[in-house]
């Protein structure tokens, strides 16, 4: 066979890959994007949809302050103010904080999620949720799970790309008393 044509075919079959991979992101980003759509709509799913396909700081900042109005104007609701720090290891010294949805970490590190304030009185119970997403995530069939730890600090390693959420609940007899959440990006390795 001719070279040229087996390189033009290789050429094809690359291209042809990444036009299947834009489907599919495509298809991905009108789904995220559906809530849109919706007449009953609100401000806090358009603004979850949005950083969704952007994954940027500006949305997950939108986010929780539309979630902290929320908060406020629900008397039934208590606040949630959680902070993350970054260490090299699960347990080692703490490096620095990590607000939530800022720069991109690296994988194979470690963040500690902690309770920094709440208007809850005790005594509650505490749920850590994680939520993955990404190709990274899908592919090893972890888009997410529940914490075994139940107190006020959960250690979590930074495993695939793209944007996560860690959210925090707060719970007395079976009732959701407070929630926040912290956006974390990672980076490709």
Not at 122 to 131: H, K
């Amino acid at each position: 066979m001719c070279p040229f044509v087996s390189l033009r075919f290789g050429q094809y079959n690359k291209y042809k890959t990444q036009v299947i991979r834009l489907k599919e992101k495509l298809d991905w980003v009108v789904s995220k994007l559906e809530v849109l759509e919706k007449s009953d709509c609100t401000q806090a799913q358009a603004l979850t949809g949005w950083n969704s396909v952007f994954a940027h700081a500006f949305w997950g900042d939108a986010i929780a302050d539309e979630s902290e109005e929320l908060a406020e104007k629900s008397r039934s609701f208590g606040s949630l103010k959680l902070n993350a720090q970054i260490a090299m290891f699960e347990g080692g010294p703490l490096k620095q904080y990590y607000p939530s949805g800022s720069r991109a970490l690296p994988k194979n590190i470690w963040l500690r999620f902690a309770v920094e304030k709440t208007s809850v009185a005790l005594p509650y119970q505490v749920r850590w949720i994680v939520q993955n997403s990404g190709d990274e995530a899908r592919e090893a069939n972890d888009m997410g799970h529940v914490s075994k730890s139940t107190g006020n600090i959960n250690w979590e390693r930074t495993a695939y790309k793209g944007q996560h959420k860690m959210i925090c609940e707060l719970h007395r007899d079976g009732k959701v008393l407070a929630r926040a959440t912290h956006f974390v990006k990672i980076k490709r390795s």
